[in-house]
């Protein structure tokens, strides 16, 4: 079982940008991915980013790459989403997630067994 925390999120202007955090604890976390989603009203929840904790390596939605970037603090044990040029549509609940039984790099929230309670990022114009 994997434990998870965010926080970072808040109110910001079009254009702007935030850093959410997610702490993570449990035994397992450092030898998976773990991942970034968001839900935005009435919307299926959408997957934004992922990072193999292990190697660094990368994995990002289409609508945030080049915007957002994930990373990891091996110190820390925590994973952090840096969000720049944020749009109206980035608004949403956002949550962390963590691989146990997988190890990899896709999209599909339902390789994701622990998640976060979410943080609510919110793009005004």
């Known amino acids: 079982q994997v434990q998870l925390v965010e926080s970072g999120g808040g109110l910001v202007q079009a254009g702007g940008s935030l850093r959410l955090s997610c702490a993570a604890s449990g035994r397992t976390f450092r030898e998976n991915v773990m991942g970034w989603f968001r839900q935005a009203p009435g919307k299926e929840r959408e997957f934004v980013a992922a990072i193999r904790w292990s190697t660094g390596s990368t994995n990002y939605a289409g609508s945030v790459k080049d915007r957002f970037t994930i990373s990891r603090d091996n110190a820390k044990n925590t994973m952090y989403l840096q969000m720049n040029s944020l749009k109206l549509e980035d608004t949403a609940v956002y949550y962390c997630?963590?691989?146990?039984?997988?190890?990899?790099?896709?999209?599909?929230?339902?390789?994701?067994?622990?998640w976060g309670q979410g943080t609510q990022v919110t793009v005004s114009s």
């Open positions: 997630a963590a691989q146990t039984r997988v190890n990899t790099l896709a999209s599909n929230s339902w390789l994701y067994d622990n």
